[in-house]
């Protein structure tokens, strides 16, 4: 019945009557997402009728009312399939300022317009096939860039960019032919990262170096959406980035990765939002070459220096309580580097494997990026060791006992999951600096079984990449307990009583001649075997 209402009121009525009844059935259909199928022919009509709307000069609040009708019609795929015409999508394409002709975005009073356009796109884009293709035929990446740059410096129009990147992250999802055109005809390496810059105010203090207020405001909800549409546009435009050939792509992938490092150290509006912002980050920074990594630490800055920030290295290991405080309060420091990113990676994948849930999708990002820092980069393994692996001083308890982060990744090792339980127990192996007796120090040979199997080192030595030869240094409490500790479980075990101690001369003399009768019975058999063979 509201289509049909509707759909009278479309053919025959002028822009005011159109403008009410379609805003009557946005309010109504605002959260329909399943339609019924009696009803698809007048969706279908109201669809074509809309269109034709759009044609004519009608005002903007009629533009926008047409738009969301038509964006809520398009949730259903089979509506789309006779009004995705080349015709209609041009019709969007223009109402979205996506034709080369727009030179500008000066009328704020459209921009309600090219939103709900941008809007239905991605509707269109994502549910049609034909849609698809010919977004490749109108050249649609193209435009959607030439618009970003219309608008990325300019915040008041944040939905605006939002939409677009996610109608760019859409096309370079659902067609690998338009990451290659991104990356190198459109340039949309440098235009993404730069979109980003805007989103997070970047100031940079040197080539890849940023101000980071930490008393600064969060960001607000419009630019962490869209920082968001575009770290997912980005990972799909640099999926397939793991080697460096010019030094031009090597200087570009440090830029975006100091973007990501100034990323990891902002929060959003809510805790979620924080979260989802640094797991695509991660996403991202997984595509970067590992090569360019290095920026996410850097050398202390000369005022970090002079309010001498107090480094991790130098408190002693027993002090638990100024540890806290200085992860909590200070500059996270190791070597006379600035590790706060680092940090913030560690926490992330804390959070995720206490989260119980999603480890393969959640956790393995992050874990597989930690572990390519380490194996690359030197400062960040031995701060990571420090974090995850501090010196062993309690061996009471088995390894993967408790709620340390060494404790937490080395029950992992054990996961039914295959991929999680490999990438956990390599993770810790690297920062062993792949020695086998000193990762079974720290998670014991039934735990690190499946590794060395799968390393063909269960007899021990090392893996094949190369580490520095700084040797780890024992705590005494460790080197006393050494000799006690057992080397499957890993901890300590009291020594077993001798039970002979606690028996009598008789008992002791009926056990032993208990024993003799027993291998008195075996020798018996084995010879009877024997004289069987012979005779055969």
């Known amino acids: 019945m509201d289509e049909e209402r509707a759909l009278y009121i479309v053919r025959a009525g002028e822009a005011g009557a159109i403008e009410r009844v379609l805003r009557d059935y946005s309010d109504k259909h605002r959260a329909t997402f399943k339609f019924e199928s009696t009803d698809e022919d007048k969706r279908k009509k109201l669809c074509e009728g809309i269109f034709k709307v759009l044609l004519k000069d009608i005002p903007t609040t009629c533009q926008v009312s047409c738009l969301e009708v038509l964006r809520i019609l398009s949730r259903d795929k089979k509506v789309l399939v006779p009004v995705t015409t080349k015709e209609n999508m041009q019709i969007l394409l223009r109402l979205a300022k996506l034709n080369e002709s727009d030179d500008s975005l000066e009328k704020v009073s459209e921009f309600p317009v090219i939103v709900e356009s941008l809007k239905c796109l991605c509707n269109i884009v994502f549910n049609s096939q034909m849609a698809q293709q010919l977004s490749l035929e109108l050249n649609l990446a193209a435009k959607l860039c030439n618009l970003l740059r219309k608008c990325k410096d ?17 096309l370079s999802l659902l067609h690998t032919d338009i990451r290659s055109q991104l990356r190198y005809e459109l340039q949309g390496l440098p235009l993404l990262t730069q979109i980003l810059e805007s989103a997070f105010s970047i100031k940079w203090t040197d080539e890849y170096e940023s101000a980071i207020d930490h008393n600064g405001p969060p960001l607000s909800p419009q630019e962490t959406d869209c920082a968001i ?17 010019k030094e031009s792509d090597s200087h570009q992938f440090r830029v975006m990765a100091a973007v990501l490092r100034h990323c990891l150290l902002i929060v959003g509006p809510t805790e979620d939002k924080t979260e989802e912002l640094h797991s695509n980050a991660v996403n991202l920074l ?3 070459p590992v090569s360019c990594l290095d ?3 850097c050398p202390l800055t000369h005022e970090e220096t002079a309010q001498e920030a107090t480094t991790l290295d130098e408190l002693p290991s ?3 309580a100024e540890k806290e405080t200085v992860l909590k309060n200070s500059t996270m420091v190791y070597n006379g580097m600035n590790m ?11 959070k995720r494997i206490d989260k119980g849930s999603s480890y393969r999708e959640g956790l393995t990002p992050v874990l597989s990026l930690l572990t390519e820092c380490s194996r690359a980069h030197r400062n960040i393994r031995k701060f990571l060791k420090d974090q995850v692996l501090p010196p062993l001083r309690d061996v009471t308890n088995r390894p993967e006992v408790g709620s340390t982060v060494r404790n937490k990744l080395v029950r992992l090792m054990t996961h039914v999951d295959l991929g999680v339980k490999q990438i956990a127990a390599e993770f810790l192996f690297v920062l062993c600096k792949e020695r086998v007796d000193s990762l079974l120090k720290y998670t014991g040979y039934g735990n690190a079984a499946g590794l060395l199997a799968a390393r063909g080192l269960l007899a021990g030595g090392r893996g094949d990449n190369w580490y520095s030869e700084d040797e780890d240094t ?8 050494k000799p006690n500790i057992n080397l499957i479980t890993g901890h300590l075990e009291e020594p077993m009583p001798n039970p002979i101690d606690e028996m009598t001369e008789e008992q002791k003399e009926y056990e032993a001649m208990k024993l003799v009768n027993m291998l008195d019975k075996l020798s018996r058999r084995a010879n009877v075997k024997d004289l069987h063979q012979d005779d055969g």
């Open 154 to 170: 300019r915040k008041f129009i944040n939905d605006i960019k939002c939409f677009d990147l996610r109608l760019l992250f859409l």
């Open 229 to 245: 549409e575009a770290l997912k546009a980005l990972f799909n435009v640099t999926v397939d980035s793991w080697k460096v050939h």
């Open 286 to 288: 997984s595509n970067v």
């Open 295 to 297: 920026v996410l630490i």
């Open 318 to 320: 027993d002090k638990t």
């Open 340 to 350: 706060e990113a680092i940090h913030v990676l560690l926490n992330f994948m804390e």
């Open 474 to 481: 024992d705590t005494e409490e460790y080197k006393n307990a």
